[in-house]
Each structure stands twice: as C-alpha cells, then as structure tokens.
C-alpha cells in the first residue's frame, strides 16, 4: 500500500496523559499536513511541513501540541497533558510541492480523552 | 461567518438520482476546490480537484465552480447505495500556502 498511513487507529488515554501519534506520508510527497475533525464538523487545519521545515501553525495548537519531521519522511503529532476536548480524529495528509492543493489523506487516529 | 458552508443534510435520494452537492465561500482568494469523500470513521478521500472557474468531470462525478457566485457543486449521476458517504468540499488559496479550509461536510444515503 502506497497512501498516507497513520498509527495507532484508535487511542484511548486518561486525562493529563501525554500522547504520540505517528504518520508516514506517500514516499515523493514532501509536504506534510496535520488537521482535526470532530463529530460532524470537517477536518481543520493544524500545521504543516515542507521537508522538515514546520512553515505554518494554526492558533487551534496550543503549546500542548508539537509536531516534528525531523528527516523530511514520517511526522510525529504530541499531545501533552491531553483534555477531554483534545477527543478528535487527528488526520494526516501528503501531497507533492507543486500540487500543494492536492493533499491525500491517511486514515487518521481518533483520540479518546476519558 | 464561516468561510465555507456546506449544508449538512442529510440527503436522501433513490438509487439512480442525480445528485447535488452544494458548497458557497466567501474569501474571494479561494483558487482550488476539492471535493472529498469520508465514509464513516475513515479518512476523506480526494474526489475531484480543480483549478478557478469551469467544470470538470470523471465517471459518474462532475464537479462545477462559478467564482463570480462563489459558489461550488458537485453532481452523482447515476447514484449507487455504496455512494453512501459523507461529502466534504474544501478550498484552497494559491501563494505556496497548504492550508485547505472545508465544509461541514453533507451526508448522502442512497437508498436501494
């Protein structure tokens, strides 16, 4: 399988835990994007990534929030003392520079905040 | 106001229905429009792309942008019960930025 893959699928964590997810975008693309849908809404945009550079943030990640992609490959989204409004789908998606629009989406991971 | 809006539904048409999506936008710098499909608990898989103003069609789908209305549309002929799905547009801005904004999205069952 070439698409975007994401891990784990699903998280189940207590209050005030720290969690990671993990995305490996398609093998060309170098751009990489993180949004988050909630129940009934579209996804929203968080950051995003051109090779390793994070070159934009939304005022939606709080400082309990970091992402890196430290070699231009797979990304990594931390949560740190998650809330129960951090329950979400966090979607990652990749898409090649010249078509930056064009973005591909993996399956996500849905965060459950007990 | 939001900068997209999509009617949420949900929509229920008869297999076979023509079947039309609709989303309007207010920033006048949206270039790209996607269409997305989600089913449920899966992520949105990219439909449709398309560039300024026209139309655009592949198989079954055909999707349409009149920037002068600032408004959107996305068409099913012949609509199939495995077309049930969530139907996200999302709009993008040229100028080396990636950020899509989407809809709410539209709920569409088809009925057997």
Redesign the interface.
């Known amino acids: 399988d070439t698409g ?1 893959s ?1 891990d784990p699928r699903h998280k189940i964590t207590k209050r005030g835990q720290n969690v990671t997810f993990r995305c490996d975008p398609i093998s060309e693309h170098n ?1 990489l ?1 993180w ?1 988050r849908q909630t129940l ?6 968080l950051t ?1 990534f ?1 090779n390793e550079a994070q ?2 943030k ?1 005022r939606l990640l709080s400082d309990r929030f970091s992402a890196e992609r430290p070699k231009g490959s797979f990304s990594t989204l931390e949560i740190q003392r998650t809330e129960q409004g951090d329950s979400a789908m966090y ?1 990652c998606a990749s ?1 090649l520079d010249k ?10 991971t ?1 965060l459950t905040v007990l | 106001q939001k900068e997209v809006e999509q009617d949420p539904g949900p929509l229920s048409v008869p297999e076979g229905a023509i079947v039309s999506l609709n989303c309007t936008y207010s920033n006048s710098a949206f270039q790209y429009f996607m269409w997305y499909r989600q089913y449920s608990r899966k992520g949105p898989e990219l439909l449709m792309y398309t560039y300024s103003s026209g139309n655009k069609e592949d198989g079954r789908f055909t999707a349409q942008v009149d920037k002068s209305s600032k408004y959107i549309s996305l068409f099913i002929r012949d609509s199939q019960p495995s077309d049930s799905a969530t139907y996200l547009c999302a709009m993008g801005r040229s100028g080396n930025t990636g950020k899509l904004i989407f809809g709410q999205g539209t709920t569409l069952q088809v009925k057997p």
């Open positions: 975007v994401q751009r994007y949004y009934g809404q579209g996804p929203e945009f995003y051109q070159l934009e939304s979607l898409s078509t930056y629009n064009e973005q591909f989406f993996g399956p996500g849905r």
